[in-house]
């Protein structure tokens, strides 16, 4: 009896994952529409934290509705104290430009192989959400 439901939980569980499986995949395709490049998305997943102090912020252009194409110079100092420069150009949100000034500390995750491929971790509302990927409900 007690091994019929280990089966079962063990079933249920495997059912759960498969779901959180296909609930990633429909959100990368769903970034990966909206320009994000699928190398960028495994950097969000595999690479490593760390704190980035923006040097300098430079407009390039407009990049859509709402949005701004900026170019970065960042110090990036990882876990271990070690710091390295980037520059990277970038997509934003016009209302997360405050977040993104001169002297500001933000929180990025880098690719170890290639430090100068990074993602920005920022904090974006519900209808920045739902602007990028259509109703979230």
Not at 66 to 79: E, G, W
Request: hydrophobic content about 35%; proline content about 4%.
């Amino acid at each position: 009896m007690l091994n019929c439901i280990y089966l079962e939980k063990w079933r249920l569980l495997s059912q759960h994952l498969d779901q959180l499986r296909q609930t990633n995949l429909t959100i990368d395709q769903q970034m990966v529409k909206q320009g994000v490049s699928p190398e960028l998305l495994e950097v969000a997943k595999t690479g490593e934290q760390a704190y980035a102090k923006v040097l300098d912020v430079t407009p390039m252009g407009e990049a859509g509705p709402n949005k701004i194409k900026l170019q970065f110079k960042l110090s990036v100092t990882k876990n271990n104290g070690d710091t390295f420069n980037v520059t990277t150009q970038k997509d934003v949100f016009s209302s997360q430009l405050s977040k993104l000034q001169q002297g500001s500390i933000i929180e990025v995750i880098y690719s170890p192989q290639d430090p100068s491929k990074l993602v920005f971790k920022t904090q974006v509302s519900e209808a920045e959400v739902q602007q990028a990927f259509g109703s979230t409900r």
